[in-house]
């Protein structure tokens, strides 16, 4: 079945089973590998893109159900890495391996987006991502640098 979305604001059109996960469209098709592959399962978080705007776990999204919905993923986030939560992810030098922060990243953008002022709960109950070089100490202090420059 041919889709027609939005990824990054450009316009793709692909070929695909419904049911193939986002992910794969987005890595194979598209060609944005900045969107990891984890657990597979919709847990861990690394594959997580914004679908118009909403963190959604790419693993466990069908492409067949993203419809007119404009996907942003990594890449899109910004141009030149200028993006708030990037620049606050590299103050804080929270990557270690590195293999999960994008899908972090995407996920904190999208709780500063919806909530530009998040409560300590807010944030641990939107960022459930999994790092197991277990940087968690530094993405806080990277989501507490961030908010007041969103």
């Known amino acids: 079945m041919q889709y027609k979305f939005d990824v990054n604001g450009a316009p793709h059109t692909v070929d695909a089973d419904p049911d193939m996960p986002l992910l ?12 990891k592959f984890g657990c597979g399962a919709g847990l ?8 118009d ?17 404009k996907i942003t993923t990594i890449e899109g986030l910004s141009a030149d ?5 990037q620049q606050a992810w590299i103050a804080e030098q ?8 994008s899908g972090m990243i995407m996920a904190v953008a999208a709780l500063l987006k919806e909530k530009p002022q998040p409560s300590r709960s807010d944030i641990a109950e939107a960022i459930t991502n999994i790092c ?19």
């Open 132 to 150: 197991r070089c277990g940087t968690y100490p530094r993405v806080e202090r990277a989501i507490q640098r961030a908010i007041p420059k969103i």
């Open 81 to 85: 890495n200028s993006h708030p939560v």
């Open 24 to 35: 794969w469209v987005l890595r194979d098709y598209l060609g944005y590998n900045g969107t």
């Open 94 to 101: 929270v990557p270690q391996c590195g293999y999960c922060q």
């Open 44 to 51: 861990c978080g690394a594959c997580t893109v914004h679908v």
């Open 53 to 69: 705007g909403k963190a959604a776990r790419s693993c466990i999204t069908p492409v067949g159900s993203i419809g007119k919905a």
